[in-house]
């Protein structure tokens, strides 16, 4: 490492530990008067975050355009195609975006802040409620700047790094339609692997949709594919395992493995995507859709499996199928360590905010980050069932003496109905109005001023409500009142803590070798779990194996370990500093 990587490494590990003892009070200001806007803007939104594309509408938009007289259309390179390329060719042409949602690792903030890409928004921001996070956004940019504010980082938190960041559902675990899984009988998994048996029971049961469609145990789908085929990475983390780039590690430093080595975890959860495809249980669209295709799919009953509570559950279970005891819940696999995340105290440097060197008007975009921050853009902006916020304060919620509770029309919203929004907050359906940026700006396990989290499932109202047909069954089976609550009491769980680990930067020639690596990885692990036969199986296996290894591929992994490492160091110094 040169001396400039080494004293930027430096500087954010001591950052960052700082942050673990020296978070804030609890706590939020209120947000500033917000300015009169007299011209209409329409400002690019590139988002590497979003899923969907073009003008943002609804009831968000209608919210954006009262407060700011403005309009997003996001551009989203997940949708459009192209990932990075796209990203790239619009670096080139020096014109990413009005506003910039995208990596800020300080390696990637560096290349846009050197390429002239990226508004200094030191100025703008100074006396702005955002402030208060003051300590994460310097933790970003002193890497790059001691004075200078080019980006700020999502989820922020002033909890520990220790304390879990989840609501009553993790991020990931194994959820299946708990209906079928008990009309078959509740049948113990003690591995992943015996989900497929289980599936194929549940699939045989209920054949088709409510559509008459075919039903599948998984439907998978490509746009997130990164260094790594993403749906095989995701049951990683029913195992304490998190990736780095060619590398899954377990996040207690116990365990780093390769993902071409022939034993590991990628390997054995494509292995099961293929016999689930032999069993016909993947769906045959799975390489050829997008997220929103598969969510809809979950939507309409076609999906037996989600790896998220935020797909499977959020998508399926309206307030009439819970009635019915219908839907999605956490099912155990008994030898699961669910990975639950740590609080970030400097916040997801990977997820950042900014705004363009040539927007049109960058006192108006800073409002509207600043916003973003505050108590009432984080009800807008994170407003999600079962896993994000209840939405705007008067429409889906309002404050009591009791405390925040749901409105009719919130319980419709987050119940899944897509209810008709009334005129005056916009119009159309709730869904058609949820924030496609897909960006947390404070981590949604915080208080907000009002003294409640901003999960609104963790509200006392919506706590002590009477238990659906669904809850009731699973709760008596389970022994548990929520998936979090069984985790916590099993011990299934293994947390990891909330480090913003900033690596050094990563040279032209290991950039160059990981994009050709990683095309190499993703295509093959497509054409693996499609594979005719176990013979073909392992054919295409050691042919990736064999063509990433000629492309570099051990150098990159070289770096990719060293730095995991150094990122499970400075977990493991957190952790000291709290005991």
């Known amino acids: 490492m040169n001396t400039t990587r080494r004293r930027m490494a430096s500087a954010a590990a001591v950052l960052i530990l700082t942050a673990i003892i020296l978070y804030h009070a609890q706590g939020h200001a209120p947000v500033s008067g917000q300015a009169v806007y007299e011209k209409t803007l329409t400002i690019d939104v590139f988002d590497t975050l979003a899923n969907h594309q073009g003008i943002q509408s609804g009831w968000f938009a209608k919210l954006v355009l009262d407060k700011f007289n403005m309009r997003l259309n996001i551009i989203a390179p997940n949708i459009a195609g192209g990932g990075d390329t796209m990203y790239q060719t619009r670096t080139a042409a020096g014109e990413l975006g009005d506003l910039i949602i995208c990596n800020g690792n300080s390696s990637s903030l560096q290349e846009l ?26 933790a970003l940019n002193d890497p790059i700047s001691d004075t200078a504010v080019y980006a700020v980082p999502s989820e922020i938190s002033l909890n520990n790094c220790l304390a879990h960041s989840e609501s009553e559902e993790p991020i990931y675990g194994p959820y299946l339609r708990y209906d079928l899984y008990t009309a078959i009988g509740s049948p113990r998994m003690e591995t992943l692997e015996d989900l497929l048996p289980v599936l194929k029971r549940m699939q045989d049961a209920n054949p088709v949709s409510e559509s008459g469609s075919p039903v599948y145990g998984f439907s998978l789908f490509k746009d997130w594919d990164g260094n790594m085929m993403n749906a095989a990475k995701q049951p ?9 780039g060619f590398l899954l590690y377990k996040v207690d430093g116990s365990d780093y493995q390769s993902i071409l080595d022939k034993d590991s975890l990628y390997q054995r959860i494509l292995k099961l995507y293929f016999e689930a495809n032999r069993m016909g249980l993947l769906d045959p669209d ?31 279970n309206t307030e009439a199928r ?22 970030l105290p400097l916040g997801d440097a990977a997820k ?34 079962v896993t994000g916020t209840a939405g705007p304060e008067g429409l889906t919620w309002e404050m009591t003496d009791a405390g925040p509770v749901l409105t009719p029309f919130g319980i419709r919203a987050l119940s899944n109905e897509n209810p008709e929004v009334p005129v005056d907050w916009g119009g159309g359906t709730w869904n058609a109005g949820i924030s496609r940026l897909n960006f947390t700006s404070i981590s949604l396990i915080d208080k907000a001023p009002n003294g409640y989290p901003y999960f609104y499932t963790l509200w006392n109202s919506y706590r002590q409500r009477p238990a ?15 998936s979090l609550d069984y985790l916590l009491t099993n011990g299934s769980y293994l947390t990891c803590p909330g480090i913003n680990y900033q690596p050094p930067g990563e040279s032209s020639e290991i950039a160059t070798l990981r994009s050709q690596c990683r095309s190499v990885i993703t295509e093959y692990s497509w054409k693996m779990i499609f594979a005719r036969d176990e013979a073909s199986f392992y054919r295409l296996q050691k042919e990736m194996q064999s063509a990433a290894e000629s492309l570099g591929y051990s150098q990159v992994l070289e770096e990719d370990l060293r730095n995991a490492m150094a990122q499970n160091d400075l977990r493991a110094q957190a952790v000291r500093l709290l005991q």
């Not at 703008?124 to 956004?137: R, T």
């Not at 819970?322 to 609080?343: A, H, R, S, Y």
Request: proline share 4%; aromatic share 12%.
């Open 286 to 316: 799975s390489s050829n859709q997008k997220y929103a295709d598969a969510y809809q799919k979950c939507a309409d009953g076609n999906v037996l499996f989600s790896c998220w509570p935020w797909l499977g559950k959020s998508a399926y």
């Open 468 to 482: 659906n047909a669904l809850d009731q069954a699973w709760r008596k089976h389970m022994q548990a009142d929520s």
């Open 113 to 138: 802040v050197t390429a002239g890409l990226l508004l200094d928004m030191s100025e703008l921001l100074k006396d702005k409620d955002i402030m208060q996070y003051g300590l994460a956004i310097r």
């Open 322 to 343: 819970t009635e019915q005891g219908l839907g999605f819940m956490l099912v155990p696999i008994e030898d699961m360590q669910i990975m639950l995340k740590g609080c």
């Open 352 to 385: 950042a905010i900014a705004i363009g060197a040539n927007a049109e008007d960058p006192e108006r975009l800073a409002a509207f980050i600043d916003w973003l921050y505050s108590p009432e853009g984080i009800y807008a902006n994170s407003a999600q069932p």
């Open 236 to 244: 990683a983390c029913f195992y304490g395992y998190e990736e780095y």
